[in-house]
């Protein structure tokens, strides 16, 4: 009888253990944001294409190189248990370029409330390029299948 209630013991405490851990989120950050200090070394008026690269690096395949812009996303994802995980948050920061490839804007977009919102401007022009592309690259929050996202089949 000792040998079957140690089992039963063990097992309480497996599925104990178990029950818990679904309640525990487990976050996952995917994609690259450059930090502000960061950014503080990129001066718009002056800073080349290059010398972004060189500061900050180059967008990440999360991220877009465009002609005019460099697009940086970063995602927050939390995942309980066996669910699939779910995104929470996305951060973009973009970085545009004049015709002479000079750093034009430095912007960082959040999200607020569903909508693309101004975290920090430093701009030479007030007109933001691309603002369509960029409410895209935020409005999908809670759309993408993580699994896509994660690299899981």
């Not at 253990?17 to 995917?30: D, E, G, K, M």
């Not at 503080?40 to 190189?65: F, M, N, Q």
């Not at 804007?105 to 999200?111: A, H, I, P, T």
Request: charged share 20%; with cysteine; proline share 2%.
């Amino acid at each position: 009888m000792g040998w079957l209630g140690s089992g039963m013991r063990h097992g309480v405490f497996v599925l104990s253990v178990v029950t818990l851990s679904a309640c525990t989120a487990i976050y996952q950050n995917h994609g690259y944001v450059p930090r502000d200090d960061e950014l503080a070394k990129v001066v718009v008026g002056e800073s080349t294409r290059e010398a972004v690269a060189e500061t900050v690096g180059r967008p990440t395949s999360t991220g877009l190189l465009t002609g005019a812009a460099w697009y940086y996303v970063g995602s927050r994802f939390r995942q309980y248990g066996i669910r699939a995980p779910e995104e929470i948050e996305r951060e973009v920061v973009a970085i545009s370029f004049d015709e002479a490839g000079l750093v034009e804007n430095v912007e960082r977009f959040g999200l607020e409330n569903g909508r693309a919102v101004v975290i920090s401007r430093r701009v030479t022009d007030s007109n933001v390029k691309g603002l369509s592309f960029l409410r895209q690259l935020l409005g999908n929050v809670g759309n993408i299948d993580a699994s896509q996202v994660l690299g899981e089949n």
